[in-house]
């Protein structure tokens, strides 16, 4: 598979850092309290029971969600690829895949800027890189599931950001397709990008993903993947997922003199600490 084609005015991908973040809808609370450090470079897995919050997250990275309390640093100013579980597009739009795939170049080109030569090639390359050479000018509506998946793919990588959000992108696709993604996710990450990805199969996780955070609407633990994926943390996550209440209020946090746990409003569990957890 080619090389995909990088932008040489791309930023250096920052550290994300989650402080005491509290996420949800109608000031409803789905996620609770987390902090935690995203060094540069990482190639994280975000993972949980159902319902454990982690599009709720991921969708506060990517800038659509504002924070009930708590906030997100390092990301204000970054570009930022996002691709959510649900693309939003209509395959039946009479858009041929390249013209698709070139929307990745609106940091180059702008709304009034003149889709050139170069970046005709460059569209070619990236979708060269995800395997769907000879494709350019097939519609949408005549792509299988995994192909357009894979288009989707090449408009990440003509966006060419240093931070890449993926919100469950091998749910509905072939295993080769899966594979010859995931390489492309590693690829990414040599290249110093960061990556974060909403994902639900723990064995392609293991295979795949050298950190993991484990939510359960707060989080269970954050790391190497080894460690946060054992019968226990999974365990508990299942235990801590399984009492909150969906109509509770406003979880507001107490300060803490010791600085690693805190009280709330409201139980979600009979007793439960909230800690930050940094990689080393």
């Known amino acids: 598979m080619p090389h995909p084609p990088a932008d040489p005015t791309a930023s250096a991908a920052p550290v994300i850092e989650l402080h005491n973040l509290t996420l949800g809808y109608d000031r409803h609370p789905a996620v609770h ?7 540069p470079g990482s190639l994280l897995a975000l993972v949980g ?27 204000t100013g970054q570009r930022i690829a996002w691709l959510p579980q649900h693309s939003g597009l209509d395959p ?21 800027g003149r889709f050139t030569a170069e970046h005709r090639r460059l569209c070619d390359e990236a979708l ?35 931070v890449v959000l ?9 295993n080769r397709t899966s594979t010859d993604l995931l390489a492309l996710l590693h690829r990414w990450q040599r290249q110093g990008k960061t990556v974060i990805v909403v994902l639900h199969d723990l064995a392609q996780v293991r295979a795949h993903f050298p950190l993991t955070l484990l939510l359960a609407r707060e989080l269970v633990a954050f790391g190497p993947t080894a460690r946060v994926l054992s019968e226990t943390n999974w365990g508990r996550a299942q235990r801590m ?33 909230h800690r930050e957890e940094a990689l080393p």
């Open 166 to 174: 993926l919100d469950e992108p091998f749910a509905a696709v072939d």
């Open 241 to 273: 997922q399984e009492p909150f209440d969906d109509d509770a209020p406003l979880c507001a946090a107490s300060p803490d003199p010791q600085g690693d746990a805190h009280a709330h409003a409201h139980p979600h569990t009979p007793t439960h600490t």
């Open 49 to 75: 029971p159902n319902g454990a919050g982690k599009s709720t997250l991921i969708k506060a990275l990517a800038g659509e969600l504002r924070p009930i309390s708590g906030s997100v640093s390092g990301l």
């Open 128 to 162: 060269a890189a995800v395997g769907l050479t000879g494709f350019e000018s097939r519609g949408l509506d005549t792509l299988s599931g995994g192909q357009l998946q894979r288009a989707l793919f090449a408009r990440l990588i003509l966006q060419d950001a240093p």
């Open 33 to 39: 309290h987390v902090s935690a450090r995203i060094a």
């Open 92 to 112: 039946s739009f009479p858009i041929d895949v390249r013209r698709m795939v070139a929307m990745g170049l609106w940091h180059r080109v702008g709304a009034l």
